[in-house]
């Protein structure tokens, strides 16, 4: 049990590093560009939108190149150890923007880091994320990982995205993506050297890139599954995204408060993830990922008539109970995709799968940059220096507004996907391998 418990830890840890890097990078990129440096909002827009194709190419390229790996190392820490160093460089790159640049220079040099950091990002999370399927093979035993995991997840948000602003008030955004890089990088090393993989035989079957590739457009689950995931990670990108925003132009308080509303966001969550494992647990995954699915979609109500910081606050805590039921639910979700693969085609692809359900989450890029040029076609808002007649209306519509309505459509999604054999994971028999 011991040793259990342990490598639950190691693996789960690992969330805690993944997510400081890509979080403060998807927070505070729009508003230290848009608002700080005067990238407009078109242009930011744009960066989202680029960044969203080049995501559609690399993420099944990364996934395949990791499931074919062969090495003492193992499949994935290779991939874990080479990659974290340069997503480090890419945090620390984006958020220490030379001071000369402007214009057209500006948007080229932030396009260029946000993609580099972004696309890093796709490496270490698709490695990181083949290896819960493997290591973790029961239902229980990925819900209580699950579980400590997304904790970890959660206190990582508290430091990089509710004590953000507060510690770049005091030194700044460069030093401070220099720390939580450092950070961040240390424990996901941490954990690509602890977490044991499953041995990989030379003679076990290889996947093929064409055969996968094809696979995976004729699974529906899968598609599903991914589609859902990015309506609902739309919305919580354009949350962090748009919170620093609400605070400064609907609620005019001082930015240092942001800290206040991203903590009843992500405090709630952490008490909660507890309930809703033990929900999972009593009343099975697919109902209480769809309750949880419900719960966040209605949240967006209170936090849309929010006028206060008290109001705000506990508008941010009802969004938090529902982030953490998905948070809770949705890898169990993945699992359950990359297990049915697994029985159906007799060879292990996680890091396929699970980077091309990260493409399909990160296809929110699509979304939140459709978000940021309706705030300038509706409202007319164009950056920190032109922000327009409405920035209060516009800041509401980009945190609430837009959120909700991709919540809506996550829920409906939902309700395409089952699991209704209910069949525990299976190894897979090694055979002959494929042809490329």
């Not at 699915?293 to 929010?306: E, G, H, K, R």
Request: a positive charge; charged letters at 15%.
């Amino acid at each position: 049990m011991k040793a259990d418990r342990l490598k639950s830890f190691n693996y789960a840890i690992g969330m805690f590093g993944t997510s400081i890097p890509i979080n403060m990078l998807k927070t505070y990129a729009a508003i230290y560009y848009v608002d700080r440096l005067g990238l407009t909002t078109v242009q930011f827009a744009n960066i989202l939108f680029v960044y969203a194709f080049i995501d559609a190419l690399d993420n099944p390229i990364y996934g395949f190149l990791s499931d074919r790996t062969r090495s003492r190392w193992g499949r994935r820490r290779p991939w874990l150890v080479i990659g974290t160093p340069l997503l480090v460089l890419g945090l620390i790159a984006f958020f220490s923007t030379p001071s000369f640049l402007a214009g057209n220079n500006l948007f080229a040099y932030a396009m260029l880091f946000y993609i580099f950091t972004g696309t890093l990002d796709s490496v270490i999370n698709a490695n990181y994320g083949a290896l819960f399927p493997e290591l973790f093979r029961t239902d229980a035993s990925r819900a209580s990982t699950n579980a400590l995991r997304q904790a970890f997840q959660l206190v990582a948000m508290i430091i990089s995205i509710a004590l953000t602003p507060l510690i770049t008030s005091a030194i700044g955004f460069s030093l401070t993506a220099i720390i939580y890089g450092v950070l961040g990088g240390a424990v996901i090393l941490y954990m690509g050297f602890t977490s044991k993989e499953v041995p990989v035989h030379d003679h076990e079957i290889k996947p093929g890139l064409w055969s996968s590739l094809k696979d995976l457009f004729a699974n529906r689950k899968f598609w599903m599954t991914g589609i859902t995931n990015a309506f609902y990670s739309a919305a919580m990108a354009l949350v962090l995204a748009g919170l620093p925003f609400f605070v400064k132009y609907t609620l005019k308080i001082p930015d240092s408060q942001s800290s206040i509303l991203f903590a009843s966001v992500l405090l709630i969550a952490i008490a909660c993830v507890a309930i809703w494992a033990k929900l999972v647990r009593k009343y099975g995954l697919i109902p209480i990922w769809r309750t949880a699915l419900a719960v966040l979609t209605l949240a967006y109500v209170p936090l849309y008539f929010a006028n206060s910081l008290a109001t705000a606050a506990v508008g941010s805590a009802l969004v938090g109970f529902g982030f953490a039921g998905v948070i809770t639910t949705m890898d169990l979700i993945a699992a359950k995709v990359m297990d049915e693969d697994t029985r159906k085609h007799n060879v292990r692809r996680e890091g396929i799968i699970s980077n091309a359900l990260g493409f399909m989450n990160r296809l929110n890029g699509l979304f939140t940059s459709f978000a940021f040029y309706l705030i300038f076609v509706l409202f007319g808002f164009e950056s920190g220096r032109n922000p327009g007649l409405q920035p209060d209306v516009a800041s509401r519509f980009l945190l609430t507004v837009f959120p909700a309505a991709m919540m809506v459509l996550s829920l409906i999604f939902s309700f395409t996907v089952d699991f209704s054999n209910g069949q525990e994971p299976l190894e897979v028999i090694p055979t002959v391998p494929e042809i490329l």
